[in-house]
T-cell receptor, first 110, second 112 residues
């Protein structure tokens, strides 16, 4: 079983839709959970960062962690064409380099 | 402003040649990383360094080497380029107290 699993998509939604992006992981030592956004031909950039279980909200974005099921989610409300990008999850224990999911490619259609 | 820069942005090289990709950061970060990104595989760790003179192998280190002689630079060397090393290479850096990585814009390498 891979350490981090993420559906690569692609996922295509209309503008204004609620988007749900998900990852599962296998390492119970993971305590830090990051989401990166990568635009085409650019490097990934940190979007959200949470510690342990629970929710964290930042504008239209909500990161959710369920450590009991090893499941992490990123929700995007009122999606915009500018949200079109690849989203990568990166759970981590804090003392090893980041391992990334394969990324989910999202297209938001105007 | 602090930044992390990679050079060149694009490179085409021949099989068997030695190639070095540059990564330079002005964040004064101790931690630096090299990843490659391929369709179907995502980002995979090649090598990383936690400080000057420290280097460690990642998941896909065969055929690659790094050296860290100062805080700012972590060059990645392909000792004898192979077609399987055609990829987009990303350098990243981080502070030990900050789990977020700052990535460069990438180098697109083609081995023919």
């Amino acid at each position: 079983q891979k350490e981090v699993e993420q559906d690569p998509g692609p996922l295509s939604v209309p503008e204004g839709a609620i988007v749900s992006l998900n990852c599962t992981y296998s390492n119970s030592a993971f305590q830090y959970f990051m989401w990166y956004r990568q635009y085409s031909r650019k490097g990934p950039e940190l979007l959200m960062y949470t510690y342990s279980s629970g929710n964290k909200e930042d504008g239209r974005f909500t990161a959710q962690v369920d450590k009991s099921s090893k499941y992490i989610s990123l929700f995007i409300r009122d999606s915009q064409p500018s949200d079109s990008a690849t989203y990568l999850c990166a759970p981590n224990s804090g003392n090893t380099p980041l391992v990334f999911g394969k990324g989910t490619r999202l297209s938001v259609i105007a | 402003d602090a930044e992390i820069t990679q050079s060149p942005r694009h490179k085409i090289t021949e099989t068997g040649r030695q190639v070095t990709l540059a990564c330079h950061q002005t964040w004064n970060h101790n931690n630096m990383f090299w990843y490659r990104q391929d369709l179907g595989h995502g980002l995979r760790l090649i090598h990383y360094s936690y400080g000057v003179h420290d280097t460690n192998k990642g998941e896909v280190s065969d055929g690659y080497s790094v050296s860290r002689s100062n805080t700012e630079d972590l060059p990645l060397t392909l000792e004898s380029a192979a077609s399987s090393q055609t990829s987009v290479y990303f350098c990243a850096s981080s502070d030990p107290s900050n789990y977020g990585y700052t990535f460069g814009s990438g180098t697109r390498l083609t081995v023919v």
